[in-house]
């Protein structure tokens, strides 16, 4: 089994920057891929970015692929989400998750490819 953490979140000012940090730890001797989602209230669950076990990245719409950068540490199950420029259109709960697998990057979209998730962190971004 494996668990995920997400810590980092809190309340910032329009144009801030804020890093996530995601930790997945548990019976796994592998380097999992990882994914950030995010929800907004009323909204669905929106892909933002994420990042295989080989450093590749992808990234969701393009309201953040010119502010947010994913990364991670080399060979840990430890992930990071920088968030520059927030607006508060990027008010959600972010949510980190974790597959057991090695998905093709057009899978790392979908929700349904990670087994594990953590229980989000909130970021605020005030006007």
């Known amino acids: 089994q494996v668990q995920v953490a997400e810590s980092g979140g809190g309340l910032v000012q329009v144009g801030d920057s804020l890093r996530l940090s995601c930790a997945a730890s548990?019976?796994?001797?592998?380097?999992?891929?990882l994914a950030w989602f995010r929800q907004a209230p009323g909204k669905e669950r929106e892909f933002v970015a994420a990042?295989?076990?080989?450093?590749?990245?992808?990234y969701g719409a393009d309201s953040v692929k010119y502010r947010f950068t994913v990364s991670r540490d080399r060979g840990k199950n430890t992930g990071y989400l920088h968030m520059n420029t927030l607006n508060p259109e990027d008010t959600a709960v972010y949510y980190c998750?974790?597959?057991?697998?090695?998905?093709?990057?057009?899978?790392?979209?979908?929700?349904?490819?990670?087994?594990?998730w953590g229980q989000g962190t909130q970021v605020t971004v005030a006007s």
């Open positions: 998750a974790a597959a057991s697998g090695s998905p093709v990057t057009s899978s790392m979209w979908f929700a349904s490819t990670y087994e594990y």
């Open positions: 548990g019976t796994t001797s592998r380097t999992l891929p």
């Open positions: 990042i295989k076990s080989s450093g590749g990245t992808t």
